[in-house]
């Protein structure tokens, strides 16, 4: 009798058939469109940061002004596309990532899979991000407009921002305009979110919790999966500020007409790279702890196991 061929898809509690990746689809709308509409204020703040750094200084200072000169709503502005478009980011994110790296580590084989398991880690992560950046796009295009955009002179109700964009497509660049930046910030951004994630975790269970993973309790394992994405959150957010800069600086209106390399010239690299660091640090970090333990809650209330570490 012939040995039974390894599959990956087979490898963990369940088996990952397309019930499986739904539910990861459903999974990564919870945790990006929850958590990204929940710390708007912080967004918004960022963002302003970046664009106008004489004006707002830093994150208290910038959302007092901010909340000063346009009330309380003011830092809420971009709401609407925050949660649409990061939820459809993360249905493809989370989702995709689980049918790549399947499809990876079945090309590898189980031996090569196992010996470069962090190079399927990268390549699933930067696949998947692929897709989810085309879906982010038009909704993130319209978010920055509405929250670098000095007020009164753009609409911040979600569709009339989006009818506006749409109007104003030739100087905007809309729905795609700002693809290529917002793939040089997430594809770098995912592949460190998940590599880091996996990499965390697996030193977790190799080091702390020494004990095989099914041993340990629900709350731990989710503990383990919060404390892994809040520290692989940090280094995602100094790998992919530039580029964060240079997508908020593409919504400044005295920046209408000009290339990608014209404002990172202007800008320069220290400028891309520091300003608005901090909020970011502090904002990525928590929101990348918050994705992966809603994730994992909701994989795990559905019998479907947490995230790494086997």
């Not at 209408?256 to 400028?271: L, M, N, R």
């Given at each position: 009798?012939?040995?039974?061929?390894?599959?990956?898809?087979?490898?963990?509690?369940?088996?990952?058939?397309?019930?499986?990746?739904?539910?990861?689809?459903?999974?990564?709308?919870?945790?990006?469109?929850?958590?990204?509409?929940?710390?708007?204020?912080?967004?918004?703040?960022?963002?302003?940061?970046?664009?106008?750094?004489?004006?707002?200084?830093?994150?208290?200072?910038?959302?007092?002004?901010?909340?000063?000169?346009?009330?309380?709503?003011?830092?809420?502005?971009?709401?609407?596309?925050?949660?649409?478009?990061?939820?459809?980011?993360?249905?493809?994110?989370?989702?995709?990532?689980?049918?790549?790296?399947?499809?990876?580590?079945?090309?590898?084989?189980?031996?090569?899979?196992?010996?470069?398991?962090?190079?399927?880690?990268?390549?699933?992560?930067?696949?998947?991000?692929?897709?989810?950046?085309?879906?982010?796009?038009?909704?993130?295009?319209?978010?920055?407009?509405?929250?670098?955009?000095?007020?009164?002179?753009?609409?911040?109700?979600?569709?009339?921002?989006?009818?506006?964009?749409?109007?104003?497509?030739?100087?905007?660049?809309?729905?795609?305009?700002?693809?290529?930046?917002?793939?040089?910030?997430?594809?770098?951004?995912?592949?460190?979110?998940?590599?880091?994630?996996?990499?965390?975790?697996?030193?977790?269970?190799?080091?702390?919790?020494?004990?095989?993973?099914?041993?340990?309790?629900?709350?731990?394992?989710?503990?383990?999966?919060?404390?892994?994405?809040?520290?692989?959150g940090v280094v995602c957010a100094i790998v992919s500020h530039p580029a964060d800069s240079l997508v908020s600086q593409?919504?400044?209106?005295?920046?209408?007409?000009?290339?990608?390399?014209?404002?990172?010239?202007?800008?320069?690299?220290?400028?891309?790279?520091?300003?608005?660091?901090?909020?970011?640090?502090?904002?990525?970090?928590?929101?990348?702890?918050?994705?992966?333990?809603?994730?994992?809650?909701?994989?795990?209330?559905?019998?479907?196991?947490?995230?790494?570490?086997?």
């Open positions: 009798m012939s040995a039974v061929k390894w599959d990956a898809r087979y490898l963990g509690p369940v088996p990952h058939d397309a019930s499986y990746y739904a539910k990861c689809m459903l999974g990564g709308v919870l945790a990006c469109g929850l958590t990204h509409a929940g710390i708007t204020p912080l967004d918004v703040a960022k963002c302003n940061m970046q664009v106008n750094p004489q004006k707002y200084t830093g994150l208290v200072s910038g959302l007092k002004t901010l909340v000063a000169e346009e009330g309380s709503r003011g830092i809420w502005k971009g709401f609407g596309p925050t949660f649409v478009g990061y939820s459809l980011q993360g249905m493809f994110k989370y989702g995709l990532y689980e049918v790549f790296k399947d499809y990876y580590m079945n090309l590898a084989g189980e031996e090569l899979s196992n010996k470069y398991k962090p190079a399927i880690w990268l390549a699933g992560s930067a696949s998947a991000e692929v897709f989810a950046d085309l879906a982010l796009c038009p909704f993130e295009m319209a978010k920055v407009k509405i929250q670098t955009s000095p007020s009164g002179t753009f609409p911040v109700p979600f569709a009339a921002a989006i009818r506006e964009m749409q109007r104003t497509k030739l100087e905007t660049r809309f729905p795609f305009g700002s693809l290529v930046p917002l793939w040089s910030r997430q594809i770098p951004y995912t592949m460190a979110k998940f590599f880091f994630f996996e990499k965390i975790v697996q030193l977790f269970y190799t080091h702390v919790f020494t004990q095989p993973k099914d041993t340990y309790g629900k709350g731990t394992q989710l503990g383990v999966t919060f404390a892994s994405g809040y520290l692989a593409l919504g400044k209106s005295a920046n209408k007409g000009k290339t990608v390399g014209q404002i990172a010239s202007e800008v320069g690299f220290v400028g891309l790279a520091t300003k608005g660091l901090g909020t970011r640090v502090i904002m990525i970090g928590t929101l990348t702890g918050f994705q992966w333990w809603i994730y994992d809650s909701f994989k795990s209330a559905m019998g479907m196991g947490t995230t790494g570490g086997k």
